[in-house]
């Protein structure tokens, strides 16, 4: 290989990574995640305090007490919860509905089956680890078969559209009083009212760890390539996948 | 190479985002997008739930221990002052407005009427809830006793106690809430009369909206046609002075 000269390398193989739909739920959700923890931090300072079950109040036990989140962290940035509020309640349509569509698209199209199907034998210890070597190596692709997500990408997109999404969702309307009386089982399944809004806390602060980590990988994987593909959908097959 | 570069734009860019929002929220039009999600979830609640869902009602010994006392403890006004001094004996509660028949009705008189009690929670809009006992008539009976007269659409409550000094809080319901079987004028909180710092002599329960809703310290209930005549047009006092919304079932 190391005889090749420069001008014999081949220009690299691009591919066609992910679809229309993929590309516009990724980015509308990117922007709507992002207004949703603004304001949702918002919303949290009007009373920093987490219970579990039905009720809690100041006189209750909290099991976490936090100090309110500074204006660079919030939607919007000077207190206000009933602007935040404006913000959460619009946006949390536009999460729900976007993620339903997206969900429905992506059984028509295939995505999920093609590229989100956990294999059993994806699971077993020993490919977990080789996997996490090849991470830990910042080789992220099967040079056999560079566009399949690998074993923990399936995971962490997995948790997140099929278990963070839903319960930040769910646990959202188990908040509301209205919805709350259309659907008594909503507080029950969570285990009261105040334990949703310390479950919708927790997926949050999951949610925002995945949004770091994705971020991350991005940038070490070669962050024009790996933009570029979720905004014309075409993909570079990295150098080293060829050899 | 680029990995400074590029998180810094990462960082520039979040915070330019938050600023994006903060100017998108105080632009008219963004301001007239985004206050249209009361009316969203009014009306998706309303296919969802119907007109007559129940809030969860709770066992005895599921309430709170503490009922925390929220905005007014006490409307500390001459008048409020001596209406108390007397246990609220010369209070009287108005229903007037689109009635065939106004009414002015004492403590006692409420309490004659048939009753209806409930453990419901109570959700403050800031994120907190509290489970306690409530008794009074439902407000159906009353507006059947009056008699809403055609075009009343709306029920405003308006209250003993003043915000900011001055302004009396009002709320709001529509018809569908009105008339809820769980929308009660409550006088008895916790099998006893209600304290002052929760509404005292009567407070209103419209039990499948935030706490903001349940007008405390009553004094007189209005039937109207539209809510373009109370307060600054947005049918509550913390919906016009905050922009809070006035269906607040979410």
Same mark, same amino acid.
């Given at each position: ?43 949290f ?39 935040? +509020?404006?913000?959460? %309640?619009?946006? !949390? ?5 976007? #993620?339903? /569509?997206?969900?429905? @698209?992506? *059984? ?5 089956? +093609?590229?989100?199907? %956990?294999?059993? !034998? ?5 490919? #977990?680890? /080789?996997?996490?070597? @090849?991470? *830990? ?27 963070l *999404? ?16 259309a ?61 | ?77 001459a ?13 009287r509660?108005k ?8 009414l ?19 959700d ?19 507006l ?6 055609d ?27 009105a008339f ?42 209005e ?28």
């Amino acid at each position: 290989m190391s005889e090749i000269q420069d001008s014999e390398i081949p220009a690299p193989r691009r591919v066609r990574r992910h679809a229309l739909v993929t590309r516009i739920w990724h980015w509308a959700n990117a922007a709507t995640i992002f207004v949703m923890i603004g304001s949702g931090l918002m919303i949290f300072n009007a009373h920093p305090r987490l219970y579990w079950g039905e009720y809690g109040a100041n006189f209750d036990h909290a099991w976490l007490v936090l100090p309110r989140f500074p204006g660079w962290l919030t939607i919007p940035s000077y207190y206000s919860l009933a602007a935040g +509020r404006h913000w959460h %309640l619009s946006f !949390a349509l536009v999460l729900a509905l976007g #993620l339903l /569509a997206f969900m429905i @698209a992506s *059984l028509f199209n295939r995505h999920f089956q +093609r590229d989100l199907r %956990l294999r059993r !034998a994806e699971l077993g210890p020993r490919h #977990l680890w /080789a996997d996490l070597k @090849a991470h *830990l190596a910042f080789r992220f692709h099967d040079p056999a078969n560079p566009t399949a997500f690998n074993i923990f990408q399936k995971l962490s997109y997995v948790g997140v559209i099929f278990v963070l *999404l839903p319960l930040l969702i769910f646990t959202g309307l188990a908040l509301s009083p209205g919805m709350d009386a259309a659907w008594p089982w909503l507080t029950q399944v969570f285990g009261g009212r105040q334990s949703a809004r310390s479950l919708h806390f927790i997926a949050m602060a999951l949610l925002a760890l995945f949004v770091v980590v994705h971020l991350t990988l991005v940038i070490l994987a070669g962050p024009i390539n790996e933009v570029r593909s979720m905004i014309t959908g075409w993909w570079d097959v990295p150098d080293e996948d060829e050899k | 190479m680029t990995l400074i570069t590029r998180r810094n734009l990462i960082v520039l860019g979040g915070a330019g985002l938050v600023a994006g929002c903060d100017a998108v929220g105080s632009s008219p039009v963004g301001r007239a997008v985004l206050t249209r999600d009361s009316d969203m979830h009014h009306r998706l609640q309303r296919v969802i739930g119907g007109r007559d869902s129940l809030a969860r009602e709770y066992r005895p010994e599921q309430r709170s221990p503490r009922f925390r006392v929220n905005g007014n403890a006490n409307p500390n006004t001459a008048d409020y002052n001596a209406l108390a001094a007397g246990k609220f004996a010369g209070w009287r509660l108005k229903v007037d407005g689109l009635v065939a028949r106004p009414l002015s009705l004492s403590l006692a008189q409420l309490r004659s009427l048939p009753q209806r009690a409930q453990i419901t929670r109570h959700d403050c809009v800031e994120g907190w809830s509290a489970i306690g006992k409530w008794q009074g008539p439902q407000l159906s009976k009353l507006l059947d006793l009056a008699g809403l007269r055609d075009g009343a659409q709306y029920i405003v409550f308006h209250c003993a106690d003043l915000m900011g000094g001055s302004t009396p809080y009002y709320e709001s319901i529509d018809l569908i809430d009105a008339f809820h079987p769980q929308t009660i004028l409550a006088w008895a909180m916790n099998d006893a009369p209600l304290p002052i710092g929760h509404g005292a002599p009567v407070r209103l329960r419209v039990e499948r909206q935030l706490g903001y809703k349940h007008a405390k310290f009553v004094m007189r209930v209005e039937a109207v046609a539209s809510l373009a005549g109370i307060g600054k047009g947005k049918g509550g006092y913390w919906e016009d002075s905050s922009g809070y919304e006035w269906y607040a079932g979410i």
